[in-house]
């Protein structure tokens, strides 16, 4: 109807595949299309149709890969005068990068807090764990391999660590769940568990994955 696409402008309803994306159903739609072919109006686009079908704008989330494009959304929304929340407990759509979201999760949900990585806390962590005489070639090594489990979301028990000689032996698999049992501890969370952290408590509770779906 002419008031479902109040704003949605009338060129880009003139490509066929764009206007099926727009004003499609209830239901998943898939864009599979290059850089510069229009994804980001369409999106814009859609978000406008649903808004006019009566949808809440606090049901509408947007995920975007980089904080360049959530910058874009987010100034292209406002521009058409649509509030946007910049986090979950706010009105409007809410506009995320999966970090952003993750970390929303984390800090709203789950009561945890950001570190940064150059603070003392991780070495600390790393320190009871490993103990005081650990290398730096020891200690970098375990480092390396939680920044692979979070950002690569790989089992922990696939990777191995041969220590020196002189170093007494844990398993990488036994670190990865002492270090994690120590960050739950201290409600601490870094770069990467954003999106580690966040995904594994959305799979394992389901509470928490009842309320962020709502």
């Given at each position: 109807t002419l008031d479902e696409r109040n704003g949605v402008g009338e060129e880009v309803l003139r490509d066929a595949s764009q206007?099926?994306?727009?004003?499609?159903?209830?239901?998943?739609?898939?864009?599979?299309?290059?850089?510069?072919?229009?994804?980001?109006?369409?999106?814009?686009?859609?978000?406008?149709?649903?808004?006019?079908r009566g949808v809440c704008p606090q049901n509408i989330l947007v995920m975007a890969f980089n904080e360049r494009a959530?910058?874009?959304?987010?100034?292209?929304?406002?521009?058409?005068?649509?509030?946007?929340?910049?986090t979950l407990s706010d009105r409007g759509v809410s506009v995320h990068t999966f970090n952003s979201f993750g970390h929303q999760i984390l800090t709203r949900?789950?009561?945890?807090?950001?570190?940064?990585?150059?603070?003392?806390?991780?070495?600390?962590i790393l320190e009871l764990i490993l103990g005081h005489s650990a290398s730096p070639e020891y200690r970098f090594a375990y480092r390396e391999g939680l920044s692979r489990v979070r950002r690569d979301l790989i089992d922990p028990a696939t990777i191995r660590i041969d220590p020196p000689d002189s170093q007494s032996m844990i398993s990488f698999e036994a670190f990865y769940h002492r270090h994690l049992e120590q960050q739950l501890d201290q409600k601490v969370f870094g770069y990467d568990d954003q999106i580690f952290l966040s995904l594994r408590f959305l799979l394992s509770d389901r509470q928490l994955r009842y309320r962020i779906q709502e």
């Open positions: 206007r099926e994306a727009i004003l499609a159903d209830d239901g998943p739609v898939r864009l599979a299309a290059p850089p510069g072919s229009g994804k980001t109006r369409v999106i814009i686009s859609r978000i406008r149709v649903l808004l006019n959530r910058s874009e959304l987010i100034d292209r929304l406002a521009g058409m005068s649509i509030d946007v929340a910049r949900d789950l009561g945890l807090h950001f570190e940064d990585p150059s603070s003392p806390l991780w070495s600390r």
